[in-house]
């Protein structure tokens, strides 16, 4: 996993609420302003944060040095 620990903009730990938001929004299929507004994130740019995060450590593994 390789989400910031905290916000880019205002320095709040985003990345602790990464795997419950994560489960409930893609594998429960819940509505991701409801799970925002339930985990706490109130601020627009820690929102972005989670939202916006896309995992690339499974293809970047592939370009390991040998």
Known sequence: MMIPIRCFSCGQV??????????????NHEDSEKVLKDLGV??????????????????????SRK
Do not use: F, G, Q, T
């Open 42 to 63: 109130k601020r627009y740019c820690c929102r972005r944060m989670l939202v916006s995060h896309v995992e690339l450590i499974d293809e970047i593994i592939n370009y």
């Open 14 to 27: 985003v990345a602790d609420k990464w795997e419950e938001y994560n489960n409930r929004v893609n594998v």
